[in-house]
T-cell receptor
Framework: DAGITQSPRHKVTETGTPVTLRCHQT?????MYWYRQDPGHGLRLIHY???????DKGEVSDGYSVSRSKTEDFLLTLESATSSQTSVYFC????????????FGPGTRLTVT | SQQGEEDPQALSIQEGENATMNCSYK?????LQWYRQNSGRGLVHLIL?????REKHSGRLRVTLDTSKKSSSLLITASRAADTASYFCATDGGSNYKLTFGKGTLLTVNP
């Protein structure tokens, strides 16, 4: 988890409220990713970023938006949280070239009641 | 949809035994990666094998790749209780920077 932090680590919120999760990296990596992990589904990509202000959708992007105004920060927003968005959210980073492994943050456990 | 699928879903062995996990995928790849996840933690990269490689070693890990069968295997030799974790394969579908993960194999190593 070195070099990647996520905040908050745990959050309980009510249906219909907006929620923003933050991912912060100190590695200066170009690529940043948001995944959700659910039992029976494994890890699924929500959105990713390939540079400041450059983002694209992943496999399960409906109901989520992202922003990246600085290299080090990647925000995931649930505009109006639903119970189906209860999950564990992981941020990951990746270098632009060479090795293509990703490095993961510690995760945020989100519960929508 | 999931690109990689691990098999078995769960595996329980005794300390000292070898553990083998398999991954099958559907489309062409540039490389395939294996990750470990301890309970309640983020994923940790273990090993990457490129599409032109057939076998790779890292410590007690051995990974094989058969692109003709679109499959890979991860072998952990002389397993330890600390190897207890979920193991995921991830494929890039040719993109290099975007990965698709399987659902994972839960490995339990009993002392």
């Amino acid at each position: 988890d070195a070099g990647i932090t996520q905040s908050p680590r745990h959050k309980v919120t009510e249906t219909g409220t907006p929620v923003t999760l933050r991912c912060h990296q100190t590695e200066n990596h170009r690529y940043m990713y948001w995944y959700r992990q659910d039992p029976g589904h494994g890890l699924r990509l929500i959105h990713y970023s390939y540079g400041v202000k450059d983002t694209d959708k992943g496999e399960v992007s409906d109901g989520y938006s992202v922003s990246r105004s600085k290299t080090e920060d990647f925000l995931l927003t649930l505009e109006s949280a639903t119970s189906s968005q209860t999950s564990v959210y992981f941020c990951a980073i990746g270098a632009a070239s060479g090795a293509y492994e990703q490095y993961f943050g510690p995760g945020t456990r989100l519960t929508v009641t | 949809s999931q690109q990689g699928e691990e098999d078995p879903q769960a595996l329980s062995i005794q300390e000292g035994e070898n553990a083998t996990m398999n991954c099958s995928y559907k489309t062409s790849i540039n490389n395939l990666q294996w990750y470990r996840q301890n309970s309640g933690r983020g994923l940790v990269h273990l090993i990457l094998i490129r599409s032109n490689e057939r076998e790779k070693h890292s410590g007690r890990l051995r990974v094989t790749l058969d692109t003709s069968k679109k499959s890979s295997s991860l072998l952990i030799t002389a397993s330890r209780a600390a190897d207890t974790a979920s193991y995921f394969c991830a494929t890039d579908g040719g993109s290099n920077y975007k990965l698709t993960f399987g659902k994972g194999t839960l490995l339990t190593v009993n002392p």
